[in-house]
Nanobody
Framework: QVQLVESGGGLVQAGGSLRLSCAAS????????MGWYRQAPGKEREFVAMTRWSWRGYNSDYAESVKDRITISRDNARNAVYLEMNKMRPKNKAIYYC????????????WGQGTQVTVSS
């Protein structure tokens, strides 16, 4: 059974940094997209960042609103993906969800339970 477990969320002051981690278990994930979404209070879940797999290798993709403050990375040996967030702002408060997207004949998405991030002003 596939499980994604996020960690690293919490309270951070505006301008500070936070590093989220996501560990996947249940199988090995290599030729898949791994990344992050978030859902702020009262809003829909939105894309944040993704490492996308193709036969050429991995490519990082970021939402326009965060690309200058966020870095995504992955460690295939650990079945893990990370999100480094800098210069955080109160509006970044959200539940951050880890996602694995497997583009197969029938695409499959796996989700973590989410980790809460709060930014104090």
């Amino acid at each position: 059974q596939v499980q994604l477990v996020e960690s690293g969320g919490g309270l951070v002051q505006a301008g500070g940094s936070l590093r989220l981690s996501c560990a996947a278990s249940g199988r090995t994930f290599t030729n898949v997209d791994m990344g992050w979404y978030r859902q702020a209070p009262g809003k829909e879940r939105e894309f944040v960042a993704m490492t996308r797999w193709s036969w050429r290798g991995y490519n990082s993709d970021y939402a326009e609103s965060v690309k200058d403050r966020i870095t995504i990375s992955r460690d295939n040996a650990r079945n893990a993906v990370y999100l480094e967030m800098n210069k955080m702002r109160p509006k970044n408060k959200a539940i951050y969800y880890c996602n694995i997207h497997e583009a197969d004949t029938v695409p499959v998405d796996y989700w973590g339970q989410g980790t809460q991030v709060t930014v104090s002003s």
